[in-house]
């Protein structure tokens, strides 16, 4: 593994993923390499839980790793591949929340309306995403100041010289200067907005 992801989703991972891909470290692992590879990837990341995990098989023919599961295990992947650099994307905790709040975090609370054959992986991504330190039933001051605990965290355990502090607004620039790549001659990659997050979700895209 050559660049680990240790932002939690909705800070910008999906648009890092496709700029980590366009830069030839790919492919990159995402929490929709599960959703589309369930029968796989779920039992792997239910052993990581269980903290059994086998980085070799889950990141099997990949090169990279962003979101989640990934952001939960940037202690245990810190371990696993000391020499990888790792990229903490954030943004603003406040805009933060609400996005999580009304996507992942309802996604993750009606699970139990859920089609039987989603049930296996929304619970695993609620204990993943629990162990990152957002359990249910949080309030939005809650998630906010839960945020910033990880990102502290994050930077706390990561190397400052192997760690890339990261906003997707910034652009190519900071990331291609970190990963020392020039600068590709196309926009950087803006997507999954709160609609786009439900359309992959029920796989309309």
């Known amino acids: 593994m050559r660049i680990i992801g240790a932002g939690v989703g909705r800070t910008g991972t999906y648009s890092l993923k496709l700029a980590i891909n366009e830069l030839g470290l ?13 029968d796989l990837q779920v039992p792997l990341w239910k052993d990581a839980l269980r903290g059994e995990a086998d980085w070799s098989a889950i990141y099997a023919n990949y090169n990279s790793a962003v979101d989640w599961p990934t952001a939960g295990y940037f202690r245990e992947l810190y371990d696993a591949f000391p020499d990888a650099r790792f990229i903490l994307t954030h943004r603003d905790p406040e805009s933060w929340a609400s996005s999580f ?3 992942i975090y309802t996604l993750l609370s009606t699970r139990g309306d859920a089609p039987q054959e989603m ?9 993943v995403i629990e162990k990152t330190g957002f359990p249910s039933g949080l309030e939005h001051q809650q998630l ?3 945020f910033i605990a990880h990102n502290e965290a994050v930077k706390a355990t990561i190397p400052a010289r192997q760690l890339l502090v990261f906003e ?17 001659d196309k926009p950087f990659p803006r997507t999954n907005h709160r609609q786009e997050f439900w359309d992959r979700v029920s796989g309309k895209i």
């Open 26 to 38: 790919g492919p990159c692992h995402h929490m929709e390499e599960v959703l589309h590879n369930m």
């Open 101 to 103: 709040g009304s996507t």
């Open 144 to 146: 906010k100041d839960a």
């Open 119 to 127: 049930r296996d992986w929304l619970d695993m991504c609620a204990g």
């Open 168 to 184: 997707v607004k910034e652009g190519w620039q900071p990331l291609c200067d970190f990963l020392e790549l020039p600068v590709p």
